[in-house]
């Protein structure tokens, strides 16, 4: 059931580096997202992107950034890593979200854990 | 923005007893309420979820209700047993936005 899936699943690096994390989904979806996990378990949205959108949460730094190959693909890049950067991103996707329209439901990937020190 | 408050945070019971997690929502244009598990080093995943056009949906031991006059909504688990002990996550979509997630309950469930 690997609908969507991520690599790397563990990623082990030094601050200051740059790193990217790789998605891809082929469940046909239209809208792709990344989470961010942290020590406590919270889930928060970081960006959603769809091929006509880029919605970005004001809260994330701008050395987070989206970048989509094609509709399967969303990797995550990631500037001057931090220790604060640790935590579990997640990505998931979804058929397209119109406006107005009931939402579809969000399938995850597995994870990757990052850990900067 | 919308903010989603769950509790309680984490939740204990004896195998057989049933669990209640609660969660309340603060804007009325969300319309879509799903529940996601998420067991130790795994992804989150949806058990069930609710839209604004009904108040309770139920699929064996599992039910969530919802009140929308009161902005709350509420997962029941019955007949719990050790492989429901994960941590559950509540959130709110609105259909132009990804989901906003409670900060989530940790089940354990002891035989």
């Known amino acids: 059931d690997t609908a969507v899936s991520q690599t790397p699943k563990y990623l082990v690096t030094q601050m200051g580096n740059d790193k990217s994390i790789k998605c891809e989904q082929n469940?046909?979806?239209?809208?792709m997202y990344w989470y961010k996990q942290d020590s406590k378990k919270f889930l928060k949205i970081m960006f959603s992107?769809?091929?006509?959108?880029?919605?970005i949460n004001e809260t994330v730094p701008n050395r987070f950034s989206p970048k989509s190959p094609d509709k399967a693909h969303l990797n995550l890049h990631i500037n001057s890593l931090e220790l604060g950067d640790s935590a579990v991103y997640f990505c998931?996707?979804?058929?397209?979200?119109?406006?107005?329209?009931?939402?579809?439901?969000?399938?995850f990937g597995p994870g990757t854990r990052l850990l900067v020190l | 923005g919308e903010n989603v408050e769950q509790h309680p945070s984490t939740l204990s019971v004896q195998e057989g007893d049933s669990a209640v997690i609660k969660c309340t929502y603060s804007?009325?244009?969300?319309?879509?309420f799903p529940w996601y598990k998420q067991e130790l080093g795994k992804r989150p995943q949806l058990i069930i979820d609710?839209?604004?056009?009904?108040g309770e949906k139920k699929d064996q031991r599992i039910a969530v209700t919802l009140n929308k006059t009161a902005k709350h909504f509420s997962l029941h688990i019955t007949e719990t047993q050790p492989e429901d002990s994960a941590v559950y996550f509540c959130?709110?979509?609105?259909?132009?936005?990804?989901?906003?997630f409670g900060k989530g309950t940790t089940l354990s469930v002891s035989s």
């Open positions: 998931a996707s979804s058929q397209d979200v119109a406006t107005g329209y009931l939402q579809e439901t969000q399938y």
């Open positions: 469940l046909g979806h239209d809208t």
């Open positions: 992107y769809n091929n006509k959108e880029l919605i």
């Open positions: 804007d009325s244009a969300s319309n879509y």
């Open positions: 609710i839209r604004s056009n009904v």
């Open positions: 959130a709110a979509g609105d259909g132009g936005t990804a989901l906003i």
